[in-house]
DNA sequence: TGTTTTACGAACTAGATAGTTAATTAATGT
DNA sequence: ACATTAATTAACTATCTAGTTCGTAAAACA
Protein backbone atom coordinates (compact mmCIF):
# COMPACT_ATOMS: atom_id res chain seq x y z
CA UNK A 1 0.00 0.00 0.00
CA UNK A 2 1.94 3.24 -1.12
CA UNK A 3 0.64 5.95 0.35
CA UNK A 4 -0.42 9.07 -1.76
CA UNK A 5 1.51 12.65 -0.40
CA UNK A 6 -1.41 14.56 1.14
CA UNK A 7 0.36 17.85 1.00
CA UNK A 8 2.50 17.79 -1.93
CA UNK A 9 1.57 18.20 -5.44
CA UNK A 10 -0.18 15.17 -7.46
CA UNK A 11 -0.49 16.09 -11.41
CA UNK A 12 -3.79 13.72 -10.81
CA UNK A 13 -5.83 14.33 -7.46
CA UNK A 14 -9.29 13.15 -7.35
CA UNK A 15 -10.56 14.97 -4.34
CA UNK A 16 -8.74 18.39 -5.30
CA UNK A 17 -10.18 18.17 -8.82
CA UNK A 18 -13.80 17.50 -7.50
CA UNK A 19 -13.65 20.83 -4.69
CA UNK A 20 -12.06 23.15 -7.22
CA UNK A 21 -15.31 22.32 -9.09
CA UNK A 22 -17.44 22.89 -6.35
CA UNK A 23 -15.52 25.98 -5.54
CA UNK A 24 -15.60 27.53 -8.98
CA UNK A 25 -19.46 26.29 -9.49
CA UNK A 26 -20.68 27.93 -6.14
CA UNK A 27 -19.22 31.38 -7.02
CA UNK A 28 -20.60 30.81 -10.77
CA UNK A 29 -24.18 29.51 -10.11
CA UNK A 30 -24.67 32.29 -6.58
CA UNK A 31 -23.68 35.04 -9.25
CA UNK A 32 -26.11 34.41 -12.38
CA UNK A 33 -28.18 32.20 -11.39
CA UNK A 34 -29.11 27.80 -12.20
CA UNK A 35 -30.15 28.88 -15.71
CA UNK A 36 -27.59 32.17 -16.00
CA UNK A 37 -24.49 29.57 -15.07
CA UNK A 38 -22.67 28.59 -18.02
CA UNK A 39 -20.40 25.62 -18.03
CA UNK A 40 -18.37 26.53 -20.14
CA UNK A 41 -17.45 29.63 -18.16
CA UNK A 42 -17.26 27.40 -14.81
CA UNK A 43 -14.70 25.09 -16.91
CA UNK A 44 -12.75 28.00 -18.15
CA UNK A 45 -12.27 29.04 -14.50
CA UNK A 46 -10.60 25.74 -13.51
CA UNK A 47 -7.44 24.62 -14.45
CA UNK A 48 -9.44 21.40 -15.05
CA UNK A 49 -11.64 21.18 -17.98
CA UNK A 50 -15.69 20.50 -18.86
CA UNK A 51 -15.42 16.81 -19.42
CA UNK A 52 -14.62 16.28 -15.27
CA UNK A 53 -17.53 18.33 -14.15
CA UNK A 54 -19.57 15.44 -16.23
CA UNK A 55 -17.49 13.34 -14.97
CA UNK A 56 -17.91 13.90 -11.39
CA UNK A 57 -21.26 15.43 -11.52
CA UNK A 58 -23.28 13.98 -14.33
CA UNK A 59 -24.96 17.54 -15.65
CA UNK A 60 -25.00 20.59 -14.48
CA UNK A 61 -27.96 20.35 -11.98
CA UNK A 62 -26.40 17.74 -10.10
CA UNK A 63 -23.85 19.65 -9.84
CA UNK A 64 -25.53 22.82 -8.56
CA UNK A 65 -27.51 20.05 -6.20
CA UNK A 66 -23.94 19.15 -4.99
CA UNK A 67 -22.86 23.32 -4.63
CA UNK A 68 -25.89 23.49 -2.66
CA UNK A 69 -25.54 20.48 -0.19
CA UNK A 70 -21.88 21.48 0.09
CA UNK A 71 -23.32 25.18 0.99
CA UNK A 72 -25.64 23.74 3.78
CA UNK A 73 -23.07 21.43 5.22
CA UNK A 74 -21.02 24.69 5.99
CA UNK A 75 -23.45 26.02 7.40
CA UNK A 76 -24.92 23.78 9.68
CA UNK A 77 -21.06 23.03 10.87
CA UNK A 78 -20.99 26.76 12.30
CA UNK A 79 -24.39 26.43 13.66
CA UNK A 80 -23.44 23.93 15.95
CA UNK A 81 -20.36 25.86 16.94
CA UNK A 82 -23.40 28.34 18.73
CA UNK A 83 -23.88 28.03 22.80
CA UNK A 84 -26.06 30.29 24.50
CA UNK A 85 -27.55 27.66 26.67
CA UNK A 86 -25.45 29.27 29.73
CA UNK A 87 -27.29 32.82 29.03
CA UNK A 88 -30.18 33.83 30.42
CA UNK A 89 -33.07 34.22 27.81
CA UNK A 90 -33.44 37.93 27.41
CA UNK A 91 -29.07 37.73 26.32
CA UNK A 92 -30.08 34.26 24.95
CA UNK A 93 -32.14 35.01 22.59
CA UNK A 94 -29.99 39.06 21.68
CA UNK A 95 -26.90 36.46 20.91
CA UNK A 96 -28.55 34.14 18.66
CA UNK A 97 -29.73 36.85 16.82
CA UNK A 98 -26.58 38.75 16.14
CA UNK A 99 -25.20 35.27 15.62
CA UNK A 100 -27.01 35.01 12.63
CA UNK A 101 -26.67 38.21 11.61
CA UNK A 102 -22.63 37.31 11.74
CA UNK A 103 -23.49 34.33 9.79
CA UNK A 104 -25.42 35.55 7.32
CA UNK A 105 -22.56 38.58 6.89
CA UNK A 106 -20.04 35.62 6.58
CA UNK A 107 -22.07 33.57 3.61
CA UNK A 108 -22.69 36.06 1.08
CA UNK A 109 -22.75 32.93 -1.51
CA UNK A 110 -24.92 31.22 0.61
CA UNK A 111 -27.82 33.19 0.70
CA UNK A 112 -27.92 34.18 -3.19
CA UNK A 113 -28.18 30.66 -3.58
CA UNK A 114 -31.23 29.97 -0.91
CA UNK A 115 -32.46 33.15 -2.95
CA UNK A 116 -31.75 31.96 -6.25
CA UNK A 117 -33.21 28.31 -4.88
CA UNK A 118 -36.52 29.96 -3.95
CA UNK A 119 -37.09 31.69 -7.68
CA UNK A 120 -36.73 27.67 -8.58
CA UNK A 121 -39.44 27.22 -5.98
CA UNK A 122 -37.27 24.61 -3.76
CA UNK A 123 -37.16 22.15 -6.10
CA UNK A 124 -33.99 21.12 -5.83
CA UNK A 125 -33.56 21.35 -2.24
CA UNK A 126 -36.50 18.89 -2.40
CA UNK A 127 -34.69 16.40 -4.54
CA UNK A 128 -32.29 16.31 -1.52
CA UNK A 129 -32.37 13.91 1.14
CA UNK A 130 -28.88 15.60 2.72
CA UNK A 131 -30.88 18.83 3.12
CA UNK A 132 -34.17 17.27 4.66
CA UNK A 133 -34.39 18.25 9.17
CA UNK A 134 -31.78 20.65 8.47
CA UNK A 135 -34.06 23.23 10.32
CA UNK A 136 -34.59 21.17 13.20
CA UNK A 137 -31.40 22.29 15.35
CA UNK A 138 -32.34 25.84 15.65
CA UNK A 139 -35.87 25.60 16.32
CA UNK A 140 -34.76 23.02 19.44
CA UNK A 141 -32.41 25.84 20.22
CA UNK A 142 -35.38 28.59 20.34
CA UNK A 143 -38.28 26.51 21.80
CA UNK A 144 -35.99 25.82 24.74
CA UNK A 145 -35.14 29.62 25.20
CA UNK A 146 -38.54 30.62 24.70
CA UNK A 147 -39.80 28.65 27.54
CA UNK A 148 -37.09 29.62 29.83
CA UNK A 149 -38.16 33.41 28.98
CA UNK A 150 -41.70 32.44 29.21
CA UNK A 151 -41.03 30.90 32.80
CA UNK A 152 -39.16 33.80 33.78
CA UNK A 153 -41.53 36.06 32.90
CA UNK A 154 -39.31 38.21 30.66
CA UNK A 155 -40.92 37.08 27.49
CA UNK A 156 -44.97 37.86 27.12
CA UNK A 157 -45.73 37.93 23.52
CA UNK A 158 -47.26 34.94 21.90
CA UNK A 159 -44.94 33.11 19.47
CA UNK A 160 -43.39 29.88 18.35
CA UNK A 161 -39.85 29.23 17.35
CA UNK A 162 -40.71 29.48 13.48
CA UNK A 163 -42.06 32.97 14.03
CA UNK A 164 -38.79 33.68 16.23
CA UNK A 165 -36.24 32.11 13.94
CA UNK A 166 -38.23 34.36 10.75
CA UNK A 167 -38.36 37.20 12.30
CA UNK A 168 -34.67 37.25 12.70
CA UNK A 169 -33.43 35.42 9.34
CA UNK A 170 -35.39 38.11 7.67
CA UNK A 171 -34.20 40.97 8.85
CA UNK A 172 -30.15 39.24 8.28
CA UNK A 173 -30.97 37.48 4.78
CA UNK A 174 -32.87 40.38 3.08
CA UNK A 175 -30.52 42.96 4.17
CA UNK A 176 -27.31 40.70 1.89
CA UNK A 177 -29.59 39.38 -0.69
CA UNK A 178 -31.80 43.10 -1.43
CA UNK A 179 -28.13 44.74 -0.83
CA UNK A 180 -28.36 45.57 -4.81
CA UNK A 181 -32.11 47.03 -5.56
CA UNK A 182 -32.14 48.38 -1.75
CA UNK A 183 -29.31 50.37 -2.56
CA UNK A 184 -30.12 51.67 -5.91
CA UNK A 185 -33.43 52.63 -4.70
CA UNK A 186 -32.68 54.49 -1.04
CA UNK A 187 -28.94 55.21 -1.87
CA UNK A 188 -27.65 53.26 0.65
CA UNK A 189 -25.53 49.93 0.64
CA UNK A 190 -26.46 48.62 4.08
CA UNK A 191 -23.95 45.55 3.61
CA UNK A 192 -21.26 48.71 4.04
CA UNK A 193 -19.10 48.18 6.72
CA UNK A 194 -20.17 51.56 8.36
CA UNK A 195 -23.70 50.51 9.02
CA UNK A 196 -22.70 46.81 9.98
CA UNK A 197 -22.54 47.49 13.82
CA UNK A 198 -25.79 49.47 13.73
CA UNK A 199 -27.73 47.12 12.07
CA UNK A 200 -26.04 44.08 14.08
CA UNK A 201 -27.49 46.05 17.51
CA UNK A 202 -30.66 46.67 15.82
CA UNK A 203 -31.74 43.01 14.93
CA UNK A 204 -30.63 41.93 18.53
CA UNK A 205 -32.89 45.19 20.34
CA UNK A 206 -35.90 43.86 17.81
CA UNK A 207 -36.23 40.64 18.44
CA UNK A 208 -35.92 41.16 22.30
CA UNK A 209 -38.25 44.27 22.04
CA UNK A 210 -40.78 42.23 20.16
CA UNK A 211 -40.41 38.97 23.15
CA UNK A 212 -40.86 41.57 25.70
CA UNK A 213 -43.42 43.67 24.80
CA UNK A 214 -43.34 47.11 24.91
CA UNK A 215 -45.20 50.10 26.86
CA UNK A 216 -46.58 51.39 23.64
CA UNK A 217 -49.42 48.32 23.46
CA UNK A 218 -52.74 49.17 25.34
CA UNK B 1 -61.22 61.13 -38.01
CA UNK B 2 -62.22 57.63 -38.01
CA UNK B 3 -62.68 56.45 -33.89
CA UNK B 4 -61.64 53.15 -33.45
CA UNK B 5 -63.70 51.24 -30.98
CA UNK B 6 -62.33 51.33 -27.48
CA UNK B 7 -64.54 48.36 -25.85
CA UNK B 8 -65.32 46.50 -29.11
CA UNK B 9 -62.65 43.64 -30.38
CA UNK B 10 -60.18 44.18 -32.66
CA UNK B 11 -58.58 42.13 -35.31
CA UNK B 12 -55.06 44.22 -34.55
CA UNK B 13 -54.78 46.31 -31.47
CA UNK B 14 -51.23 48.04 -30.68
CA UNK B 15 -52.65 48.35 -26.90
CA UNK B 16 -53.87 45.72 -26.27
CA UNK B 17 -50.91 43.37 -27.59
CA UNK B 18 -48.54 45.25 -25.91
CA UNK B 19 -50.22 44.95 -22.67
CA UNK B 20 -50.84 41.22 -23.49
CA UNK B 21 -46.88 40.62 -23.90
CA UNK B 22 -46.12 42.42 -20.87
CA UNK B 23 -48.51 40.62 -18.52
CA UNK B 24 -47.38 36.92 -19.73
CA UNK B 25 -43.52 38.01 -19.76
CA UNK B 26 -44.28 39.15 -16.22
CA UNK B 27 -45.15 35.79 -15.31
CA UNK B 28 -42.71 34.18 -17.27
CA UNK B 29 -40.01 35.82 -15.87
CA UNK B 30 -41.22 36.09 -11.68
CA UNK B 31 -41.26 31.97 -12.14
CA UNK B 32 -38.06 31.19 -13.84
CA UNK B 33 -35.96 34.22 -13.89
CA UNK B 34 -34.23 36.70 -16.11
CA UNK B 35 -31.86 33.68 -17.55
CA UNK B 36 -34.18 31.13 -17.06
CA UNK B 37 -37.20 32.49 -19.03
CA UNK B 38 -37.80 31.56 -22.86
CA UNK B 39 -38.67 34.23 -25.21
CA UNK B 40 -40.40 31.30 -27.39
CA UNK B 41 -42.78 29.94 -24.20
CA UNK B 42 -43.53 33.68 -23.93
CA UNK B 43 -44.80 33.80 -27.08
CA UNK B 44 -46.52 30.19 -27.27
CA UNK B 45 -48.64 31.55 -24.39
CA UNK B 46 -50.13 34.82 -25.88
CA UNK B 47 -52.65 35.35 -29.57
CA UNK B 48 -49.64 36.77 -31.48
CA UNK B 49 -46.39 35.63 -32.03
CA UNK B 50 -43.03 35.92 -31.18
CA UNK B 51 -41.79 38.84 -33.98
CA UNK B 52 -44.27 41.31 -31.87
CA UNK B 53 -41.97 41.15 -28.07
CA UNK B 54 -39.45 42.14 -31.46
CA UNK B 55 -41.43 44.68 -33.19
CA UNK B 56 -42.63 46.03 -29.59
CA UNK B 57 -40.05 45.62 -27.17
CA UNK B 58 -36.79 45.01 -29.42
CA UNK B 59 -34.94 42.32 -27.19
CA UNK B 60 -35.11 40.25 -24.10
CA UNK B 61 -33.40 42.83 -22.15
CA UNK B 62 -35.95 45.66 -22.92
CA UNK B 63 -38.74 43.75 -22.35
CA UNK B 64 -37.84 42.40 -19.12
CA UNK B 65 -36.81 46.25 -18.01
CA UNK B 66 -40.45 46.90 -19.49
CA UNK B 67 -42.08 44.70 -17.03
CA UNK B 68 -39.72 45.86 -14.08
CA UNK B 69 -41.01 49.04 -14.85
CA UNK B 70 -44.18 48.09 -15.05
CA UNK B 71 -44.27 46.01 -11.73
CA UNK B 72 -42.94 49.16 -9.89
CA UNK B 73 -45.18 51.85 -11.00
CA UNK B 74 -48.30 49.66 -9.84
CA UNK B 75 -46.26 49.54 -6.74
CA UNK B 76 -45.70 52.95 -6.58
CA UNK B 77 -50.08 53.98 -7.68
CA UNK B 78 -51.08 51.75 -4.38
CA UNK B 79 -48.59 53.27 -2.23
CA UNK B 80 -49.72 56.90 -2.90
CA UNK B 81 -53.53 55.46 -1.62
CA UNK B 82 -51.29 55.34 1.90
CA UNK B 83 -52.71 57.91 4.00
CA UNK B 84 -51.08 57.41 7.91
CA UNK B 85 -50.69 61.15 8.38
CA UNK B 86 -54.22 61.86 11.04
CA UNK B 87 -53.03 58.53 13.24
CA UNK B 88 -50.98 58.73 16.16
CA UNK B 89 -46.95 58.12 15.53
CA UNK B 90 -47.45 54.54 17.48
CA UNK B 91 -50.65 53.77 15.09
CA UNK B 92 -49.01 55.52 11.94
CA UNK B 93 -46.06 53.16 12.17
CA UNK B 94 -47.56 50.23 13.06
CA UNK B 95 -50.49 50.48 9.83
CA UNK B 96 -47.86 51.39 8.00
CA UNK B 97 -45.92 47.97 8.65
CA UNK B 98 -49.33 46.35 8.09
CA UNK B 99 -49.92 48.15 5.01
CA UNK B 100 -46.53 47.05 3.67
CA UNK B 101 -47.24 43.48 4.54
CA UNK B 102 -50.61 43.44 2.87
CA UNK B 103 -49.22 45.26 -0.56
CA UNK B 104 -45.95 42.59 0.00
CA UNK B 105 -49.01 39.55 -0.28
CA UNK B 106 -50.91 41.07 -3.08
CA UNK B 107 -47.57 41.54 -5.15
CA UNK B 108 -46.11 38.12 -5.41
CA UNK B 109 -44.38 38.42 -8.76
CA UNK B 110 -43.29 41.93 -8.02
CA UNK B 111 -41.34 40.55 -4.83
CA UNK B 112 -40.09 37.74 -7.13
CA UNK B 113 -38.84 39.76 -9.78
CA UNK B 114 -37.29 42.03 -6.93
CA UNK B 115 -35.19 38.74 -6.21
CA UNK B 116 -34.72 37.96 -9.35
CA UNK B 117 -33.00 41.52 -9.94
CA UNK B 118 -30.78 41.37 -6.73
CA UNK B 119 -29.05 38.27 -8.44
CA UNK B 120 -28.22 40.29 -11.20
CA UNK B 121 -27.12 42.57 -9.22
CA UNK B 122 -29.96 45.23 -10.00
CA UNK B 123 -28.29 46.18 -12.88
CA UNK B 124 -31.26 46.54 -15.19
CA UNK B 125 -33.13 48.62 -12.45
CA UNK B 126 -30.30 50.80 -12.31
CA UNK B 127 -30.35 51.37 -16.29
CA UNK B 128 -33.59 52.61 -16.12
CA UNK B 129 -34.34 56.22 -15.26
CA UNK B 130 -38.01 55.50 -14.66
CA UNK B 131 -37.33 53.92 -11.66
CA UNK B 132 -34.42 56.35 -10.05
CA UNK B 133 -35.54 58.19 -7.12
CA UNK B 134 -38.71 55.85 -6.15
CA UNK B 135 -37.94 55.49 -2.60
CA UNK B 136 -37.89 58.81 -1.21
CA UNK B 137 -41.86 59.36 -0.98
CA UNK B 138 -41.98 56.14 1.64
CA UNK B 139 -38.69 57.54 3.23
CA UNK B 140 -40.22 60.98 3.43
CA UNK B 141 -43.87 59.52 5.31
CA UNK B 142 -41.46 57.13 7.70
CA UNK B 143 -39.21 60.55 8.71
CA UNK B 144 -42.31 62.41 9.93
CA UNK B 145 -43.76 59.68 11.60
CA UNK B 146 -40.82 59.31 13.34
CA UNK B 147 -39.93 63.01 14.12
CA UNK B 148 -43.93 63.12 15.64
CA UNK B 149 -43.15 59.94 17.70
CA UNK B 150 -39.83 61.06 19.30
CA UNK B 151 -41.66 64.94 19.97
CA UNK B 152 -44.34 63.21 22.10
CA UNK B 153 -41.57 60.89 23.83
CA UNK B 154 -43.13 57.82 22.35
CA UNK B 155 -40.55 56.49 20.34
CA UNK B 156 -37.13 56.32 22.31
CA UNK B 157 -35.06 54.09 19.63
CA UNK B 158 -32.37 55.75 17.16
CA UNK B 159 -32.75 54.65 14.30
CA UNK B 160 -33.20 56.77 10.98
CA UNK B 161 -36.37 56.15 8.09
CA UNK B 162 -34.00 54.04 5.93
CA UNK B 163 -33.67 51.59 8.87
CA UNK B 164 -37.23 51.15 9.69
CA UNK B 165 -38.09 51.02 6.14
CA UNK B 166 -35.87 47.99 6.03
CA UNK B 167 -36.92 46.51 9.26
CA UNK B 168 -40.83 46.35 7.61
CA UNK B 169 -39.19 45.48 4.24
CA UNK B 170 -37.18 42.40 5.16
CA UNK B 171 -39.94 40.72 7.08
CA UNK B 172 -43.03 41.41 5.07
CA UNK B 173 -40.69 40.29 1.67
CA UNK B 174 -38.88 37.11 3.31
CA UNK B 175 -42.01 35.97 3.96
CA UNK B 176 -43.10 35.66 0.63
CA UNK B 177 -39.88 35.45 -1.01
CA UNK B 178 -38.55 32.63 0.78
CA UNK B 179 -41.11 30.61 1.46
CA UNK B 180 -39.89 27.58 -0.48
CA UNK B 181 -37.07 27.23 0.84
CA UNK B 182 -38.29 27.97 4.54
CA UNK B 183 -41.18 25.88 3.92
CA UNK B 184 -38.72 22.76 2.76
CA UNK B 185 -36.46 23.20 6.20
CA UNK B 186 -39.40 24.28 8.58
CA UNK B 187 -42.31 22.45 7.42
CA UNK B 188 -44.51 25.51 7.46
CA UNK B 189 -45.68 27.54 4.61
CA UNK B 190 -45.78 31.16 6.05
CA UNK B 191 -47.79 32.43 3.04
CA UNK B 192 -50.48 30.12 3.85
CA UNK B 193 -53.98 31.43 5.18
CA UNK B 194 -53.90 29.92 8.48
CA UNK B 195 -50.74 32.39 9.27
CA UNK B 196 -51.76 35.57 7.76
CA UNK B 197 -52.95 37.18 10.24
CA UNK B 198 -51.11 36.12 13.10
CA UNK B 199 -47.80 37.38 10.84
CA UNK B 200 -49.42 40.14 9.72
CA UNK B 201 -49.77 41.37 13.82
CA UNK B 202 -46.72 40.47 13.96
CA UNK B 203 -44.57 42.75 12.23
CA UNK B 204 -46.32 45.59 13.17
CA UNK B 205 -45.87 44.48 16.67
CA UNK B 206 -42.20 44.06 15.67
CA UNK B 207 -42.28 47.62 15.01
CA UNK B 208 -43.42 49.64 17.44
CA UNK B 209 -41.84 47.22 19.86
CA UNK B 210 -38.48 47.97 18.44
CA UNK B 211 -38.84 51.92 18.29
CA UNK B 212 -40.97 52.25 22.10
CA UNK B 213 -38.11 50.15 23.69
CA UNK B 214 -39.13 47.48 26.12
CA UNK B 215 -37.88 46.95 29.93
CA UNK B 216 -35.61 44.01 28.67
CA UNK B 217 -32.78 46.70 28.16
CA UNK B 218 -30.85 47.87 31.14
C1' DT C 1 -60.80 55.41 -53.59
C1' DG C 2 -56.24 54.91 -53.52
C1' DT C 3 -52.13 55.40 -50.79
C1' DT C 4 -49.46 55.15 -46.76
C1' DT C 5 -48.66 53.55 -42.29
C1' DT C 6 -49.12 50.45 -38.58
C1' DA C 7 -49.70 45.82 -36.96
C1' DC C 8 -49.05 41.23 -37.70
C1' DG C 9 -47.59 36.00 -38.96
C1' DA C 10 -44.75 32.00 -40.67
C1' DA C 11 -40.57 30.37 -41.50
C1' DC C 12 -35.69 30.92 -41.02
C1' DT C 13 -30.74 31.59 -39.06
C1' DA C 14 -26.53 32.18 -36.55
C1' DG C 15 -24.56 31.32 -32.45
C1' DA C 16 -24.60 29.52 -27.90
C1' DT C 17 -24.82 25.66 -24.68
C1' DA C 18 -25.38 21.22 -22.32
C1' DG C 19 -23.73 17.06 -22.90
C1' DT C 20 -20.45 13.09 -25.53
C1' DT C 21 -16.92 10.29 -27.77
C1' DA C 22 -12.78 8.33 -27.78
C1' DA C 23 -8.13 8.34 -27.07
C1' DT C 24 -4.36 9.12 -23.37
C1' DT C 25 -1.71 9.31 -19.30
C1' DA C 26 -0.85 8.78 -14.39
C1' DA C 27 -1.35 6.06 -10.26
C1' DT C 28 -2.20 1.48 -8.07
C1' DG C 29 -1.80 -3.32 -7.09
C1' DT C 30 0.58 -7.77 -8.03
C1' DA D 1 7.89 -4.87 -14.55
C1' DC D 2 3.31 -5.25 -16.00
C1' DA D 3 -1.57 -5.16 -16.03
C1' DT D 4 -5.46 -2.69 -14.42
C1' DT D 5 -8.03 1.08 -13.04
C1' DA D 6 -8.82 5.97 -12.15
C1' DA D 7 -8.23 10.55 -13.86
C1' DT D 8 -7.74 13.61 -17.59
C1' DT D 9 -7.73 15.97 -22.32
C1' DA D 10 -9.25 17.69 -26.80
C1' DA D 11 -12.42 17.82 -30.18
C1' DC D 12 -17.13 16.97 -31.46
C1' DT D 13 -22.48 17.15 -31.74
C1' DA D 14 -27.34 17.75 -31.18
C1' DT D 15 -30.33 20.90 -29.60
C1' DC D 16 -32.04 24.97 -27.97
C1' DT D 17 -32.69 29.99 -28.18
C1' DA D 18 -32.45 34.91 -29.09
C1' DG D 19 -33.08 37.43 -32.80
C1' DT D 20 -34.42 38.18 -38.29
C1' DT D 21 -36.28 38.20 -42.97
C1' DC D 22 -39.81 38.94 -45.80
C1' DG D 23 -44.26 39.08 -47.09
C1' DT D 24 -49.28 40.48 -45.94
C1' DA D 25 -53.30 42.68 -44.43
C1' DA D 26 -55.90 45.82 -41.63
C1' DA D 27 -56.41 50.79 -40.29
C1' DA D 28 -55.64 55.60 -40.99
C1' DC D 29 -55.50 59.21 -44.03
C1' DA D 30 -56.02 62.12 -48.15
Redesign the pocket.
Known amino acids: ??S?PATAE?????D???AEILDVAQREFARYGYAG?????IAARM??????I??YF????RLYIAVLEKAYAEVRAVERTVDVEHLAPVEAIRTLAELTFDHHDAHRDFIKLVAIENIHQAEHIRKSEALAGLGAPVLDLITRILETGRASGDFVTEADAIDVHMMISAFCFFRVANQHTFGALFGRDMTAPEHRDRLRQMVGEMTVGYLCGSGARP
Do not use: F, N
Not at 37 to 41: C, G, I, L, M, N
Not at 58 to 61: C, L, T, W, Y
Open positions: MTTRRRDARTRARVDERTTKRMYYGSKE
